[in-house]
C-alpha cells in the first residue's frame, strides 16, 4: 500500500477526530483551526458552521467541509503577528526592543530558547550601542531560516 504525505490541515482533522470515526464535533473544530494557527472565537466559529449548513452543539463536520472551511479563513501572516507581538514590548515606539528584554521572552515564554539558542541567535542580529535590536532586522532573520 503507498503511503503519501499528509497536509497540515488533514493532520489537524485526524488529530482532533478523537474518536476517528471521519468526523469533528462541533468542539473538535474550534480545537482543530486554533491548532492550525488561526485565532478565532466562539462566535466566528459558530458562524463559520452556520455557513456550511451544519448547526449546534450536535452537529458534525466531515473532512471535506473542514477543508471548505479552513480555506475560507484568510493566509496567516506571521510576519505580521510578529511584529505587533514585538510592538507590545517596544516601550519607546521607535521599533526596537532591548536585546536583554528579547532574550528574556525567548528564554522564558512559549516554546522556549536555551541560553546557548538564544547567544547564536544574538550572533547574528545588530544590537546597537544602546543594547537594542531593530525590529525589521529580527523578523527578517527569523523568516528567512537564518
Known amino acids: 500500500m503507498a ?10 482533522f485526524e488529530l482532533f477526530d478523537s474518536d476517528g470515526d471521519g468526523y469533528l ?9 486554533r491548532a492550525l ?3 478565532m472565537t ?8 452556520q455557513k456550511i449548513g451544519v448547526e449546534g452543539r450536535g452537529g458534525r463536520v466531515d473532512l471535506n467541509r473542514f477543508r471548505q472551511m479552513h480555506s475560507s479563513l484568510p493566509a496567516q501572516n506571521y510576519t505580521r503577528q510578529l511584529e505587533e507581538a514585538l ?3 517596544d516601550k519607546e515606539g521607535g521599533g526596537f526592543v532591548q ?4 532574550k528574556h521572552l525567548l528564554t522564558n515564554m512559549g516554546d522556549r530558547l536555551s541560553d546557548d539558542d538564544f547567544n547564536v541567535l544574538l550572533e547574528e542580529l545588530d544590537i546597537d550601542s544602546s543594547g537594542r535590536i531593530q525590529f525589521k532586522e529580527f523578523v527578517r532573520l ?4 537564518r
Open 37 to 39: 494557527g488561526h485565532v
Open 99 to 102: 536585546a536583554s528584554e528579547l
Open 25 to 33: 464535533l462541533v468542539s473538535e473544530v474550534a480545537s482543530a483551526i
Open 42 to 49: 466562539d462566535t466566528d466559529i459558530k458562524t463559520m458552521l
Open 142 to 145: 527569523l523568516a528567512s531560516g
Open 3 to 12: 503511503q503519501h504525505k499528509k497536509d497540515t490541515v488533514g493532520e489537524a
Open 87 to 89: 510592538r507590545t514590548v
